[in-house]
């Protein structure tokens, strides 16, 4: 959505998307690792004008910057609707938290079937450098209106957090990025 590849050879919108399953699925894993012992984020939660600034501060692009206010305000919640949301989560995570392990495909796994069909797996590999796709996890919750872990992990407190661990070195990104020549290259 942010142009990537629009050059003088498209790239392809599954490349993308295997790309983000893979940054998805390693967020996933590292989120199942935490009981969620979730502060009380209320205090703090921005209102719908300071959502919509957030959101227009992460957009360089005008007509994604409308559509993702529009987007992000269309699943917005007030402080006290969170407190509730939040509760829930306490009460219900140890279950969810054991379904969503079943159910997900880990990353290292989803970046082998794509390497293994000559597709994409880092960031480098369609034109998006480890600064910016970093803050693509913040940004993707901005694109749509429906509700995904990156919401769940915003909504919590630890969206920051998280990202910061995948990037940290021995994270998962960090672990797989190497610098040779001046270039990154993924391992």
Same mark, same amino acid.
């Given at each position: 959505?942010? &142009?990537l590849g629009h050059g003088e050879t498209p790239?392809? %919108?599954g490349f993308k998307v295997g790309v983000g399953s893979v940054a998805i699925a390693a967020l996933y894993e590292l989120i199942l690792q935490r009981d969620l012992d979730i502060e009380d984020q209320c205090d703090s939660w921005p209102t719908r004008e300071e959502m919509e600034q957030s959101v227009r501060s992460q957009h360089t692009n005008p007509d994604l910057e409308r559509g993702a206010v529009e987007q992000t305000l269309a699943k917005y919640i007030s402080a006290d609707e969170l407190a509730?949301?939040?509760e829930l989560l306490r009460e219900v995570w +140890? &279950?969810?938290r054991e379904k969503v392990r079943e159910q997900l495909? +880990? #990353?290292d796994q989803i970046r082998e079937m794509l390497q293994a069909a000559g597709c994409p797996t880092s960031p480098f590999e369609i034109g998006l450098g480890w600064e910016d796709f970093e803050a693509t996890y913040s940004r993707a919750r901005t694109i749509r209106k429906r509700y995904t872990v990156l919401d769940l992990v915003?909504? #919590?407190g630890?969206?920051?957090e998280c990202v910061a661990e995948l990037f940290a070195p021995g994270g998962f990104w960090? %672990?797989?990025a190497r610098h040779v020549g001046g270039s990154m290259f993924l391992l």
């Open positions: 959505m942010e &142009g790239l392809s %919108h509730q949301r939040l +140890p &279950g969810l495909m +880990p #990353a915003f909504e #919590a630890i969206l920051e960090g %672990h797989a």
